[in-house]
């Protein structure tokens, strides 16, 4: 199974790219072995439209695109379920073990996603009640990506 984060909005230089770039290639060493065909991301630009309306639907229609057949989309959304690591980890070993091709993890923009993204998710997710910037929320996503790799593995980075 491949993962695909699609995000609005680019990380610029600095910490947070560093940061979820470190992630992404501790999840790269050791996602083969379980079974999993690599991490990407997909950056797609901020929508320049006047009205948060607008912003959300051009932005839902570029995510949508960038959705390939036979893929569970999981929504990052402030409004989401929080869901404890293993039990993330379980998720994600459950729809490899399925065959799905793909797990796509949508972060929206300022405004946030569309109601209708948010209904086509399999999962909705939250990190805590608190809001966070979609720049944070990939690098939080990007760290449960891979300590659910390590929780799958048995590796002892995930500690109960």
Known sequence: MRLVVVSIGRLKQGPERELAERYRERFGDISR????RGLEI???PESRARDAATRISEEAAAISAAIPD???LVALDEHGDNIDSAAFARLLGRW???GLANTIFAIGGADGLSPDLRRKAKLCVAFG????????????LLEQ???AATILAGHPYHRV
């Open 129 to 140: 009640a608190a809001t966070w910037p979609h720049q944070m929320v990939r690098v939080m």
């Open 70 to 72: 036979k893929s569970v």
């Open 33 to 36: 072995k379980l079974g999993f």
């Open 96 to 98: 490899r073990d399925e």
């Open 42 to 44: 997909h950056e797609i």
């Open 145 to 147: 990506i891979y300590r």
